[in-house]
């Protein structure tokens, strides 16, 4: 299986810059599935149906959320009724949507996608470990799923790189998310699972995290600002990874970063 996988989407320049990117990416890396991490795609904060809609029409092939899941109301109902949204698995599961989704491909395989948020430096959750642990007792990449794909969207790299060397082996890739800022780590690891600590964003870089830096600068001089977090303006840049597995074990042949500039 070929897998394109896009960091988190950061307001207009993001949504649009992937939207560009879809078919220069489906002529270079001919992925079976493309997966959008879409925590900021709503002026920065969550996501909307219609932005969701927007993205599948373009061609990506399911998305993930993150700690911004619940910032804006209308996606509630929206996370009960699309198959092609999960948000972190790791939160109470009487909340509505699912933290895993198997998505069925063009090609007759079937990708389980997962997202879990991390602990450190976040909001209080249950355990990410233990909540994977769980799932896939009922899962075996290469068995009776074709390939298993985590967004691990956390704030500490130490986090995400203990989560996936105990995961090692047992999915197919683990991909972070949520600080906005592509690692240089792209590995396969010992056992088999492709790994990246963050894939990046999908916005305009000439900011803090896809905002417009005044209001960081002023919080981060005075710890004081009157005013909001506001998404740059201008272009956006798309960054993420390419996954390969192998169809008979479901492990990673090779990863790669991705970066698309318009």
Not at 35 to 42: E, F, K
Not at 52 to 67: H, I, K
Not at 187 to 214: E, H, R, S
Not at 242 to 247: P, V
């Amino acid at each position: 299986m070929r897998i394109v996988y896009l960091g988190d989407v950061v307001a207009r320049p993001g949504r649009e810059a992937v939207v560009n990117a879809v078919r220069p990416l489906k002529e270079k890396y001919a992925f079976d599935a493309l997966i959008v991490n879409v925590d900021n795609a709503a002026h920065g904060f969550g996501c909307t149906p219609k932005i969701c809609n927007t993205l599948f029409q373009a061609g990506v092939t399911a998305v993930v959320t993150g700690d911004h899941v619940w910032n804006q109301k209308e996606i509630l109902p929206f996370l009960d009724d699309c198959k092609r949204i999960v948000r972190p698995l790791n939160y109470p599961q009487t909340l509505p949507g699912a933290g895993a989704r198997e998505i069925p491909l063009d090609n007759g395989q079937k990708l389980l996608l997962v997202e879990v948020v991390g602990r450190v430096f976040m909001e209080a959750v249950d355990c990410p470990l233990q909540a994977l642990d769980k799932l896939l007792e009922n899962y075996r990449p290469g068995k009776n799923i074709s390939a298993v794909l985590v967004d691990i969207h956390a704030e500490a790299t130490a986090e995400k790189q203990a989560f996936a060397h105990y995961f090692d082996g047992r999915v197919s890739a683990i991909i972070g998310s949520h600080t906005h800022v592509p690692t240089n780590d792209a590995v396969v690891l010992p056992k088999g699972t492709a790994y990246q600590t963050d894939a990046g964003m999908c916005g305009n870089y000439d900011g803090v995290i896809g905002f417009d830096p005044q209001t960081p600068i002023e919080r981060l001089k005075d710890k004081f600002s009157q005013g909001r977090l506001e998404p740059c303006s201008g272009k956006g840049t798309v960054c993420g990874v390419f996954i390969e597995t192998d169809n008979a074990t479901g492990l990673a042949l090779r990863i790669e970063p991705v970066k698309f500039i318009q």
